[in-house]
């Protein structure tokens, strides 16, 4: 049996790239959409929280606006569950290094000290508070990505939400958003 040191966990936890670059492959699904960039801020942001650049990455589109918010609440439920796991975690630590704590004040208050423990039992300690350095940054990552995730559905609406009335209400769109966005139609040439 391998023993996994408690900075090589930390370390494994810690280590978000994946789920940020994921997040960043969903913001270019929504820019690859068409959306507003406004409009997916939030998304942009819980990559960048997670230490992810979603601006250079283009993926196919979304077919419906539920995909969209299927995949938000996915990374969502992603993230909590890490910061769950990190809650977890560092609960075991810090336990792990006031046992270690403990036995080696243990071992030093033998006459003559147990060296051998003490030395065993520092190095528990030490690696407790490497491994706790470790997972510092990890809690506001997740929570900053988390926010901006839960923004999202929000910020999505807010900018669609007169077009999804419009539309329901049986009303078309302008071709291509012409007339909303001030362009002017080309006229076809007479034939």
């Not at 960043?24 to 819980?46: E, H, K, N, Q, Y």
Request: net charge negative; aromatic share 6%; with cysteine.
């Amino acid at each position: 049996m391998t023993y996994t040191t408690w900075t090589a966990q930390a370390e494994t936890l810690a280590d978000v790239q994946e789920i940020g670059d994921d997040i960043a492959l969903m913001a270019g699904r929504c820019r690859a959409t068409g959306l507003d960039v406004r409009s997916f801020a939030p998304i942009m942001g819980a990559a960048m929280a997670l230490g992810s650049r979603p601006w250079h990455v283009m993926e196919h589109a979304y077919a419906s606006d539920q995909e969209l918010i299927g995949d938000v609440l996915e990374f969502e439920a992603r993230i909590r569950r890490r910061q769950n796991s990190y809650v977890k975690l560092r609960s075991r630590i810090v336990q792990a290094r006031a046992y270690a704590v403990a036995m080696y004040n243990d071992a030093a208050s033998q006459d003559p000290p147990n060296q051998p423990d003490m030395e065993q039992w520092a190095l528990v300690a030490a690696d407790c508070n490497t491994a706790l350095d470790v997972l510092a940054p990890l809690a506001s990552k997740l929570r900053g990505a988390r926010a901006a995730l839960n923004r999202a559905p929000g910020e999505l609406g807010e900018t669609y939400q007169q077009v999804y009335d419009l539309l329901s209400r049986g009303r078309v769109m302008p071709h291509q958003g012409r007339f909303i966005t001030g362009e002017e139609e080309t006229p076809c040439s007479p034939t």
